[in-house]
T-cell receptor, first 113, second 108 residues
Framework: GAGVSQTPSNKVTEKGKYVELRCDPISGHTALYWYRQSLGQGPEFLIYFQGTGAADDSGLPNDRFFAVRPEGSVSTLKIQRTERGDSAVYLC???????????FGEGSRLTVL | AQRVTQPEKLLSVFKGAPVELKCNYSYSGSPELFWYVQYSRQRLQLLLRHISRESIKGFTADLNKGETSFHLKKPFAQEEDSAMYYC??????????FGKGTRLSVIA
């Protein structure tokens, strides 16, 4: 595909449930980022991968959040025991290297009821 | 800690009027500064970066280290400039830090 692809585009779940959000980056991009955007806020950094490893996970809010990128391409953000405060748009971005020029997906809107 | 401040949540201007979207940052080293834009129903995308020192869609931004600012300017606003604009900072290997954004509304 031409750009970063994220699925699902919308996810509604109940408090306490487990959620997985998927990101398929631009082919060849080694760096992959997850950001979270709440209403009226800018994107907030969660985690950054360089290849298969998490180079920086300092933005993950707590141990309910986890992300993987096992083959250095597709990444999955996993949220356990969801809470209403987790409701947000989760953005994925990729770049050829860690330069600051990020290519964003359209986001996955998560609503926790 | 790195911080990006965009003091205006909403900026409304008339078509043809000059535009200035403010961005201030706090960082003691030498940062890289960026402006990202999100048009209605489109994904967030890079508009310009201070290193390239270029004009994109008529927009320019100059890094002022003395005032720790990176304001985005355009001499004559167009209706198609209406969008959300985010200022962002990068230092070393750390990921981008974004401001809260300013919604620009250009009125015909």
């Amino acid at each position: 595909g031409a750009g970063v692809s994220q699925t699902p585009s919308n996810k509604v779940t109940e408090k306490g449930k487990y959620v997985e959000l998927r990101c398929d980056p631009i082919s060849g991009h080694t760096a992959l980022y997850w950001y979270r955007q709440s209403l009226g806020q800018g994107p907030e950094f969660l985690i950054y991968f360089q290849g298969t490893g998490a180079a920086d996970d300092s933005g993950l809010p707590n141990d309910r959040f986890f992300a993987v990128r096992p083959e250095g391409s597709v990444s999955t953000l996993k949220i356990q025991r969801t809470e209403r405060g987790d409701s947000a748009v989760y953005l994925c971005a990729s770049s050829a290297s860690n330069t600051g020029e990020l290519f964003f997906g359209e986001g996955s809107r998560l609503t926790v009821l | 800690a790195q911080r990006v401040t965009q003091p205006e949540k909403l900026l409304s201007v008339f078509k043809g009027a000059p535009v200035e979207l403010k961005c201030n940052y706090s960082y003691s080293g030498s940062p890289e500064l960026f402006w990202y834009v999100q048009y209605s129903r489109q994904r967030l995308q890079l508009l310009l970066r201070h290193i390239s020192r270029e004009s994109i869609k008529g927009f320019t931004a100059d890094l002022n280290k003395g005032e720790t600012s990176f304001h985005l300017k355009k001499p004559f606003a167009q209706e198609e400039d209406s969008a959300m604009y985010y200022c962002a900072l990068k230092s070393g290997n750390t990921p981008l830090v974004f401001g809260k954004g300013t919604r620009l509304s250009v009125i015909a």
